[in-house]
């Protein structure tokens, strides 16, 4: 390999490098130490509130399903959680939030018709997904500016 040659691949090998670094580096999670966390959850057609849960993974979530107006429900995908209550009545369930990741909170009875729209999501953990794309965007960006610098 001559040295001109070099000088031009070097810039994408690094880069090559980098992205590969942004896909499989772990991130440095905080490590916070597991703790009770309680959510009072109002809902309405066609509605949770408050409709996004962040918790960190192990964290022991109570969850407090509150109708407001007609009967609803609330399980959670991937999670051992279904709840129903009537209106002005409220009921509970704690669970261990033990897998990381994003999951969807959904209304389990047929509410009204816009009843399938009724969700949410449980959000265990830093949205590591987030940080990546971000990540391989800034690396694509600096792919993009690369032949400028020549
Ligand atoms: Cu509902």
């Keep these: 390999m001559t040295k001109t040659s070099l000088h031009a691949v070097l810039p994408w090998l690094v880069l090559a490098l980098l992205a590969a670094l942004v896909l499989l580096l772990p991130l440095p999670v905080a490590a916070a130490a597991p703790r009770a966390r309680r959510f009072r959850i109002e809902a309405s057609q066609f509605a949770y509130s408050p409709a996004v849960l962040r918790v960190n993974p192990g964290d022991q979530v ?3 399903l509150a109708p407001q107006d007609v009967v609803h ?10 709840l129903q209550a009537d209106p ?4 509970s369930l704690t669970f261990t939030a033990d897998r990381p990741g ?3 909170l959904r209304c389990s009875v047929t509410c009204g018709n816009m009843h399938p729209f009724m969700t949410g999501k449980l ?3 830093p949205p590591t997904l987030l940080w990546r794309s971000l990540g391989l965007a800034l690396v ?3 792919a993009a500016l690369l032949p400028r610098f020549k």
């Excluded at 429900?73 to 279904?82: A, E, K, N, Q, R």
């Excluded at 002005?88 to 009921?91: E, N």
Aim: proline share 4%; net charge negative.
């Design 123 to 125: 959000q265990v953990g």
């Design 102 to 104: 994003v999951f969807k």
């Design 140 to 142: 694509a960006l600096a």
């Design 62 to 64: 109570t969850i407090e």
């Design 88 to 91: 002005g009545q409220v009921a």
């Design 73 to 82: 429900g609330l399980s959670i995908d991937s999670y051992p959680v279904d």
